[in-house]
């Protein structure tokens, strides 16, 4: 009951203190309480605006941990995988060489396949690639690399670069790697993969591997992974005194071939009936 009066004799001297000033003073005044309505409107704009920013940061934060928890879990997937392949299709065939076995588990076989295919790159069959080219099956990868009997100081020739995933594991394995594919589009993918996974020594060619390599020969092992009709006399002739070939020979039945150099004279061993796509360029066509 008594704030009626006091409320009225504040307005009555609210009254009489602004009766005794000037026009221009009361202008000024109005201006300043219009301006400080202004930024009391622009103060809760910018909060508006800082707020949804906020808002913003806090949901692309989200989905930045919701996809990198996505590819931990894919990575962690993909490396279950890889052990089960090697435990379940390698080990358990016979490939004991532990340096091999290590290279097969740092190497990320999935990375070298498109991914329509990339759930099934751990398992027990060869997938299609590029231009109608495949990646042989994880076991033949293994037993090839091993036949080699790589022991860290070598060079080695690849004919039929592929993916570049054989190439891989004999870089991990070998001092340097040279390898050729035919056809370009694989070679340069090929090359560009490699590269970004940080391969320094693998040095990739377009061209006829049925030739081989000439300037960078002897090698001391020479892998093919396509599949002449004969082995060629130029790959023979480029492997080093006691360097071993390893290459899949024939055209519907084909052999996988064991060759070494010792004395200067050739021993050759076959190993097991496989299927690999067949060698094409004018090597292959004069025959």
């Not at 751990?122 to 076991?139: H, R, V």
């Not at 037993?143 to 080695?156: F, V, W």
């Amino acid at each position: 009951m008594k704030a009626a009066p006091i409320a009225f004799a504040f307005h009555a001297h609210l009254q009489t203190a602004l009766a005794g000033l000037s026009l221009p003073v009361l202008a000024g005044l109005s201006l300043a309480l219009m301006a400080g309505t202004g930024l009391a409107c622009g103060a809760s704009d910018e909060d508006s605006a800082h707020e949804a920013a906020r808002e913003r940061m806090i949901a692309e934060d989200s989905a930045y941990r919701a996809a990198r928890e996505r590819m931990i879990a894919e990575d962690s997937a993909y490396e279950a995988a890889r052990e089960r392949m090697i435990r379940s299709q390698i080990v358990a065939r016979g490939i004991t060489d532990e340096r091999l076995l290590q290279a097969l588990a740092r190497v990320e076989r999935h990375r070298f396949i498109g991914p329509e295919y990339r759930a099934d790159a751990y398992e027990d069959y060869p997938l299609p690639i590029e231009a109608g080219q495949t990646i042989s099956q994880p076991y033949i990868v293994a037993l090839m690399t091993q036949l080699l009997d790589l022991d860290g100081d070598e060079k080695i020739l690849e004919v039929g670069t592929g993916s570049g995933y054989q190439a891989a594991i004999l870089a991990e394995l070998a001092d340097s790697v040279f390898t050729i594919e035919i056809v370009d589009a694989l070679a340069q993918s090929a090359r560009t993969l490699l590269a970004e996974l940080g391969y320094t020594n693998i040095m990739v060619r377009s061209g006829d591997g049925y030739q081989g390599w000439p300037e960078e020969a002897p090698f001391d092992g020479i892998m093919v992974t396509c599949a002449p009709p004969e082995i060629p006399r130029s790959l023979l002739d480029q492997l080093a005194e006691g360097g071993r070939l390893v290459i899949p020979v024939g055209t519907y039945a084909q052999q996988l071939l064991l060759v070494e150099k010792r004395g200067g004279r050739l021993f050759e061993e076959t190993v097991l009936p496989v299927r690999f796509v067949p060698m094409t360029g004018d090597g292959v066509e004069k025959k």
